[in-house]
């Protein structure tokens, strides 16, 4: 139990396009789904929190016009990187805590690597 | 504010040794802790987690860790490391009187090497 998926696991596109990722609770609802970037040999940094059926909170120092982020669904949440950039070039990676009890823990995607040509 | 610390960049063993990949934590009130590990090119998984009760927290894989509350630490333990147990390793903490999001705060993750 407890699966998240992501899709795609890899996308390469053009600087200037929009790339949109998204993340799936399988077998669980997910009130609430965050957004990760990691970098080469680093930490995850928390990008953004998704809250179903209302905005998401971003970290500070994350542009919100950029990463545009959309909870339609107790089991979808999707990131779209707009106007790509090779500095956005990265892997991302979401997770999402289970509704209700046993909601301490939150599951992670499989990650999705960007590459902005 | 609530911080992890994972003072190794990099841990090696011997295969069959026991290994400990060490954290350390600071939050204002009672913590959550989690061991996530990572595999090249892939998301992370779960190995375990403390809440409540037992200082010391069996999880996936062989894979356990104690509470140290005097200490603020949560090492992650094995009593015998396989090749296999080669990734990168996290320690994660959640103040349990924030709720803001549930916002879990990453180390900067321990690579552990583990070779024949």
């Known amino acids: 139990g407890a699966v998240v998926s992501q899709h795609p696991s890899r996308v390469i596109c053009k600087s200037g396009t929009s790339v949109k990722i998204e993340c799936r609770s399988l077998?669980?609802?997910?009130?609430?789904m965050f957004w990760y970037r990691q970098f080469p040999k680093k930490s995850l940094m928390l990008m953004a929190t998704?809250?179903?059926?209302?905005?998401?909170?971003?970290e500070q120092g994350v542009e919100k016009d950029k990463f545009l982020i959309n909870h339609a669904s107790l089991t979808l949440s999707t990131l779209t990187v707009t106007s790509a950039h090779p500095e956005d070039s990265s892997f991302y990676i979401c997770s999402a805590r289970p509704s209700g009890r046993g909601g301490d823990t939150q599951y992670f995607g499989p990650g999705t690597r960007l590459t902005v040509l | 504010a609530q911080s992890v610390a994972q003072p190794e960049d990099q841990v090696n063993v011997a295969e069959g040794n026991p290994l400990t990949v060490k954290c350390t934590y600071s939050?204002?009130?009672?913590?959550?802790l989690f061991w996530y590990v990572q595999y090249p090119n892939r998301g992370l998984q779960f190995l375990l987690k403390?809440?409540?009760?037992?200082?010391l927290v069996k999880g996936s894989y062989g894979f356990e860790a104690e509470f140290n509350k005097s200490q603020t630490s949560f090492h992650l333990k094995k009593p015998s490391a396989l090749v296999s147990d080669s990734a990168l390793y996290f320690c994660?903490?959640?103040?349990?009187?924030?709720?803001?999001?549930?916002?879990?705060?990453f180390g900067g993750g321990t690579r552990l090497m583990v070779k024949t």
């Open positions: 077998d669980f609802q997910a009130t609430t």
């Open positions: 998704s809250n179903e059926g209302s905005k998401a909170t971003y």
């Open positions: 939050v204002s009130g009672n913590p959550y």
């Open positions: 994660a903490v959640r103040d349990r009187g924030n709720n803001a999001g549930n916002m879990l705060t």
């Open positions: 403390y809440i409540t009760g037992d200082n």
